[in-house]
């Protein structure tokens, strides 16, 4: 119904095309920001993916595009800054399926890395809007003067803790430097470790904090599988289930490229239409690969946790933990894939010996307990060693790189401090 987005500020004629793309009633995270944002106010929204943070700030940031000024040439108001190029795209196609509802619809470019430049700057000429944009390719587009960000009314930090990776952060604090100070700053992440914490602290003002709490996981829409098998035979037993359960699209998660790469060639050995996804693929093979799974073209997806997040494929049925994520956190983004919009979707995971300790602390941390199934003819020989037997999930003591990222942001904060002062 409409009426719900119409009684948070939104437009009915921005209503209707929310509906039109399935966005029928406002999502608890939608109910909490949509206002703040039409008000101008800093926010900061933490809630698990899958519960509508895109549209939270797309359409009220919309809505206000409705009443902006009209500059010729275009300059950048809105930016939206992501973690990946799948997220980018996607972003990016949220505010274009909604702009035609406007009268007067904003350009919006959407740049990452992995592809040529050239077009990217071809395409800014003109100006835009909005941009949504991955940190790296923006500083190039900033050093090629092909993108000015002195007009920068509005931030936006999509998924901020992945944002803060090794790789990021230092790019999203020059990007930073680049803004005005005076701006809206709206900071969205499904967690909030601590140097997200002190980025928002940093660099938000007053700002409206909203936190979703995570809906149990064992859900009806999202049934939770797990099966005890040898490492050696997890090939064996995913080809067998796929056939056996008739899996028609399964996105499998692996641990490195080159295991993504390894196992899809092993399920192709088994007459399956497997592909193989990751970041060592160009762009327009990424972006044809999902397309093509998307569509019903594609039976088995294997990729690393660059697809975890920001990437929303339509009655996904089957996620699998080929190998388990390093955390509970990162487990919850992986079957998130699934069971989407209030459809029902499965996420099976694998157990060996080796992992049953580390699958239970996940289960821990999540409050849940999956039922061990096992399948006739892959019944576990293994047993586990003494270290494996103790299991671990990242989390629990802060790792080198986390104490790094943090000694960067508490830096980061205190240059802010003074540039304050």
């Known amino acids: 119904m409409t009426d719900s987005f119409i009684a948070l500020g939104i437009s009915p004629r921005l209503a209707e095309a929310a509906n039109a793309v399935g966005a029928h009633e406002p999502t608890p995270v939608q109910q909490a920001v949509i206002g703040p944002v039409l008000e101008g106010r800093d926010v900061r929204a933490q809630a698990r993916t899958g519960t509508g943070k895109t549209l939270a700030f797309v359409l009220p940031l919309l809505q206000r595009f409705t009443t902006a000024p009209i500059t010729t040439p275009r300059r950048v108001s809105v930016l939206v800054l992501v973690p990946t190029r799948e997220l980018a795209v996607q972003v990016a196609e949220s505010f274009e399926s909604l702009a035609p509802g406007l009268a007067r619809p904003p350009r919006v470019e959407c740049v990452f890395g992995g592809v040529s430049i050239n077009p990217q700057m071809m395409a800014l000429r003109g100006g835009a809007d909005i941009v949504v944009a991955t940190p790296g390719r923006l500083l190039d587009l900033v050093q090629h003067n092909a993108v000015r960000l002195s007009n920068v009314t509005t931030l936006v930090l ?250 960067e942001a508490d830096a980061a904060a205190a240059a802010a401090a003074v540039r304050r002062r």
């Open 158 to 407: 999509d998924e901020a803790d992945r944002l803060l990776d090794k790789g990021f952060a230092d790019e999203l604090n020059l990007v930073l430097t680049l803004l005005p100070p005076r701006r809206q700053t709206l900071l969205l992440s499904a967690t909030f470790p601590a140097a997200v914490r002190t980025l928002a602290d940093s660099h938000l003002t007053d700002p409206v904090q909203v936190e979703i709490a995570d809906e149990p996981l064992a859900v009806p829409s999202i049934a939770q599988r797990a099966f005890l098998v040898d490492e050696g035979r997890r090939t064996a037993l995913l080809a067998h289930l796929v056939r056996q359960e008739g899996w028609t699209r399964v996105l499998v998660f692996v641990a490195s490229r080159h295991g993504s790469e390894h196992l899809a060639e092993k399920l192709r050995r088994r007459d399956l239409k497997a592909a193989a996804f990751h970041g060592d693929l160009s762009q327009g093979a990424r972006t044809r690969l999902l397309e093509d799974f998307k569509s019903g073209h594609g039976q088995i997806v294997v990729a690393t946790d660059i697809a975890s997040r920001g990437i929303d494929i339509v009655e996904l049925p089957v996620v699998v933990n080929y190998d388990l994520p390093r955390s509970a956190a990162d487990h919850v983004h992986r079957i998130g894939r699934t069971g989407r919009a209030g459809a029902e979707g499965l996420a099976v995971s694998f157990i060996t010996a080796a992992t049953e300790a580390h699958f239970r602390l996940i289960e821990k941390r999540q409050g849940v307990r999956v039922q061990r199934e096992l399948v006739r003819g892959f019944e576990p020989t293994e047993t586990a060693t003494e270290a494996q037997a103790t299991g671990g999930v990242k989390g629990a003591r802060k790792s080198k790189k986390d104490k790094l990222r943090e000694a």
